[in-house]
Nanobody
Framework: QVQVVESGGGLVQPGGSLRLSCAAS????????MNWYRQAPGKERELIAE????????NYADSVKGRFTMSRDNGKNTVYLQMNSLNPEDTAVYYC???????????WGQGTQVTVSS
């Protein structure tokens, strides 16, 4: 079954950290760039971390730059999003998306809720 499954969301206090995981299965993981999106209530979906195909680097949205770090483990078919210095504005559903290099194919996860609140 072709899928990506997020985990690791939850409730965290302001200033805290969380690490999200995204496990991929059913497709050739190394042929896909991995991205993280989020959608807060009443707001549009936002691309926050975009993996690139050429250098392997990651582009971050200004809203998370310096606080969030995406990494991937090709041996485990898993991508991670380390989130530090969380604030209430980071409250959202976080989605992992696999984007096939050179095509328009996307594989979306079901999302995981992150709530930052005291």
């Amino acid at each position: 079954q072709v899928q990506v499954v997020e985990s690791g969301g939850g409730l965290v206090q302001p200033g805290g950290s969380l690490r999200l995981s995204c496990a991929a299965s059913g497709f050739d993981f190394v042929s896909y760039a991995m991205n993280w999106y989020r959608q807060a209530p009443g707001k549009e979906r936002e691309l926050i971390a975009e993996g690139t195909s050429d250098s392997g680097s990651t582009n971050y949205a200004d809203s998370v730059k310096g606080r969030f770090t995406m990494s991937r483990d090709n041996g485990k078919n898993t991508v991670y999003l380390q989130m530090n210095s969380l604030n209430p504005e980071d409250t959202a559903v976080y989605y992992c998306v696999a984007k096939e290099y050179g095509t328009s194919r996307r594989i979306w996860g079901q999302g995981t809720q992150v709530t930052v609140s005291s």
